[in-house]
Structures are given as C-alpha cells and as structure tokens.
C-alpha cells in the first residue's frame, strides 16, 4: 500500500480523525500550520526578490515540503503518526466555527460584525460588502474550503497516507499564501499553485460529484459544473463551487471587492443569491459529502477483507 497502511486501519484513522476534528477544533495553540506559516512567510521574504523568481520559488517550494514528506515516509507505518497528522490537517469544525457568526450576525441585520466575521474567511475586502456579498462570499469558502481542509485531505490520506496529507495540506497553505496573480507572488508563488491545482485536481471533482449525488437540485449541480466550471479562474475551485451552487439552487459568484479593486467573475449556480441561511445549508451539504467518504472508505475496507 502506498499509505503504508491496510485498508480497515485508514478506515478506522481517518473516521477517528474526523471525529477528533468535530469533537476538538484545531488546536488553539502551538498548531504546526501556524509555525509553518511563519517559516514560509521568513523564508519568502528572503529568497522573492530579484530575478529567477520563478525558479526561487521552486526553490522555496523544496525546502519547506521536503523535510515534512521524508518525515512521513519515515512515519508511515505508525498509526499514531497518522492519526495525529491526519488531525492537524482537518479543518471541518474550524470552518464551521467561522461561518456560523456571519450567518447570525447578518441574520440580526448587524452588517459590521457579519463583515468582520467574513474578514477571517476570505482574501476580499469585506468591508465594501453588502449584506448580499458576505452570503455569497461565505457560502463561497464554505465549498471551497471543504475541499481544500477536509476532503482533499481525506482522499491524499486514502491514497498515500501520512506524506499524502502532509504534502498537499502544505502544499495548500503555501498556495494560500503565495498563490496570488500580482506583481510580487505571481512569478515567485507559480510552483506553489502548479502543485497545489495538481494535487486537487481529482479530490475537487470527486467532491463536484458528490455535491450531485447528495445536493437536493442534482441536475441542476450537474448542469452548472459542466457549463460554467470551465469559465472558473481556478481549476479546481470552479467545480466545487459551480456544483455546489447548482446543488443548493443558489447563485454565487459575480463581482467582488478586492485590494486592487472590484474583479468581474463568472456567475456560478442558478437561483436566488445566496442568503443567510444558505451557509448553514452549505455546511451541511458538507457533512453530507464527508458522511459518504468515510461510507466509501469503510466499503473498501469491507471489500479488502472480503477479497
């Protein structure tokens, strides 16, 4: 096995995992995303500068992913290492914790706290949001981010293991941190995003999918993953959301404030804009795709004992 583990104990560690994340949050201090952060931060403030940006930041890329893969090899076999790495990955409840505040806030017509609730969510500039806008930028990173902390996280840790999880789930912090299209990050942070669009290529369809199988308008998820994810600036975002949105019978996407000014974006889903309740319904559109893939894992933990 490329995990270094059998079926029915990925199974088992991912369900335990996932229980640990509902049951804790993420650690509130000393998390290692945080440290890691911060060592990315240092390390690009050193090395993006100059020419061969491009190439630095490959560079870059190598130093801080290379220690913690080898590190899983060396650990893969370990099922407390797993569970823990696996852990400190999952971001389900931290998500949920975030998106719960705009929902009240805004559903109390109190549209400063709402915003400095969103703030914490996305990269726009929350401030210049109407009430309409921090739905749909919430309902937004509700679907993304379950792909990028829960799913994709669970199907690296199905497929590889321990160096699965650590690899993309750095891989997707540094994206977050470098992957921007402006002066300064677009040459040096391309290797970043390049992995990261790679490595969530297959999870971001698979979760498409689910969102089709288990959304309460399945056609109407499929219709708009097929027709309008193409239109999406991110590879694998654009079908997450585009049938996360058909799904939920919402629309999202469409203008949004940022540093540099308002970007024009594709219009994603059909319906209604997204409104306050439909973040709690975002969130349990979630529950219900994760729900199916620990259902998937204990299927083929099943058939492996069986064959």
Not at 63 to 74: Q, R, S, T
């Amino acid at each position: 096995m490329l995990a270094g583990l059998t079926p029915p104990a990925l199974a088992l560690l991912a369900t335990l995992a996932v229980l640990a994340d509902l049951a804790l949050g993420e650690p509130r201090r000393w998390h290692p995303l945080v440290g890691f952060g911060r060592l990315a931060g240092a390390l690009a403030d050193r090395l993006n500068d100059g020419r061969a940006r491009r190439g630095r930041g490959l560079v870059a890329l190598g130093l801080l992913l290379g220690p913690p893969a080898a590190l899983g090899v060396l650990l893969a076999g370990q099922g407390w290492a797993n569970l823990i790495g696996l852990y400190l990955a999952l971001g389900g409840r931290s998500l949920a914790a975030h998106a719960a505040p705009v929902q009240r806030a805004l559903e109390a017509g109190e549209l400063a706290p709402a915003r400095q609730a969103v703030g914490r969510l996305v990269s726009r500039d929350a401030q210049r949001l109407d009430a309409d806008g921090v739905a749909r930028a919430t309902v937004e990173s509700v679907l993304e981010n379950g792909l990028d902390a829960v799913f994709a996280s669970l199907f690296w840790f199905a497929l590889a293991g321990l160096p699965g999880v650590l690899v993309h789930r750095l891989a997707n912090t540094l994206d977050a941190m470098w992957g921007y299209r402006t002066a300064r990050w677009a040459e040096f942070g391309w290797a970043a995003a390049r992995l990261d669009d790679v490595l969530g290529y297959l999870p971001a369809r698979l979760t498409a999918l689910g969102h089709v199988l288990l959304g309460p308008h399945p056609g109407l998820a499929w219709r708009c993953w097929r027709r309008q994810a193409p239109g999406w600036p991110s590879p694998n975002a654009g079908p997450v959301m585009a049938a996360g949105a058909g799904a939920l019978g919402v629309q999202l996407g469409g203008p949004a404030p940022y540093g540099e000014g308002w970007r024009q974006r594709p219009v994603l889903g059909a319906g209604a804009p997204a409104a306050a309740t439909d973040i709690a319904r975002a969130l349990r559109l979630n529950g219900r795709v994760l729900a199916a893939l620990l259902v998937a894992l204990w299927g083929w933990a099943a058939l492996s004992v069986l064959a």
